[in-house]
């Protein structure tokens, strides 16, 4: 494999506006012109120039690539405190998804595994669930290496951001990412408990109940002993 055809890094930053397939198509038109506006002036305004980035089109959302040489707590910082900034509201409730790895461009697109993980990160049931029932204007779901390597060093001026520990089961991907929702860390810090806690198996929809007191045994599907009842379940 030559230089030219290895992969660059950069760090990958997904927009999706929630309910935009329940739209018109002039609504829609109108939606997406104000998603891209707002990515622009937030990242314009958040120091990292919007120009400087490659924006591929999602129909409902974007994905943003931005170069390797802009400072991680950049992103993580001014341009994702305008970008959730209560005061400029969306057109629609986002969903916001980042990570950092490594991508090829075939000329046709962005392509390769950290693609498809941020995108895996932006459908994510946790942060759908958060944009759902927080009533924020924005959810955001950042990779653990991007948590890890950066978001957990607390770097900026500003106060810090409350990342919470969510699993990530998404199709092939198995993995843990961290949610936040400015300006709501209650709210976030219930949802990951929630994601976190163990399923309890289904009850069983029918069968027998069978309570025994005494020796018993079972041979050959029969239960011997004493004080033996039985109670058929219902089905509901």
């Given at each position: 494999m030559t230089a030219g055809h290895y992969p660059l890094p950069a760090t990958l930053l997904v927009a999706d506006l929630r309910g935009f397939g329940s739209l018109t198509n002039p609504e829609q038109l109108a939606a997406r012109s104000a998603l891209y506006s707002r990515l622009a002036v937030s990242f314009d305004e958040g120091g990292v120039p919007w120009d400087g980035c490659a924006h591929e089109d999602r129909g409902d959302g974007v994905l943003v690539v931005v170069p390797a040489k802009v400072p991680k707590p950049v992103l993580l910082g001014p341009v994702l405190d305008r970008l959730t900034d209560a005061r400029r509201p969306w057109?629609?409730?986002?969903?916001?998804?980042?990570?950092?790895?490594?991508?090829?461009?075939?000329?046709?697109?962005?392509?390769?595994?950290?693609?498809?993980?941020?995108?895996?990160?932006?459908?994510?049931?946790?942060?759908?669930?958060?944009?759902?029932?927080?009533?924020?204007?924005?959810?955001?779901?950042?990779?653990?290496?991007?948590?890890?390597?950066?978001?957990?060093?607390?770097?900026?001026?500003?106060?810090?951001?409350?990342?919470?520990?969510?699993?990530?089961?998404?199709?092939?991907?198995?993995?843990?990412?961290?949610?936040?929702?400015?300006?709501a860390d209650a709210a976030a810090e219930r949802i990951a408990e929630r994601a976190r806690a163990p399923r309890r198996p289904a009850r069983p929809a029918g069968g027998v109940a069978l309570s025994a007191g005494g020796d018993q045994h079972v041979t050959n599907s029969l239960l011997a002993g004493r004080s033996v009842t039985g109670a058929r379940r219902r089905r509901h």
């Open positions: 057109p629609r409730p986002v969903r916001i998804a980042l990570h950092a790895g490594d991508l090829h461009h075939d000329g046709l697109g962005f392509v390769g595994s950290d693609v498809n993980h941020v995108f895996r990160l932006v459908e994510a049931t946790p942060l759908r669930e958060a944009l759902t029932t927080s009533g924020a204007p924005a959810a955001v779901l950042i990779s653990d290496e991007l948590y890890r390597g950066t978001a957990r060093h607390g770097y900026g001026p500003g106060p810090a951001r409350g990342y919470f520990p969510v699993p990530v089961a998404e199709k092939e991907t198995r993995v843990t990412a961290w949610l936040t929702i400015p300006g």
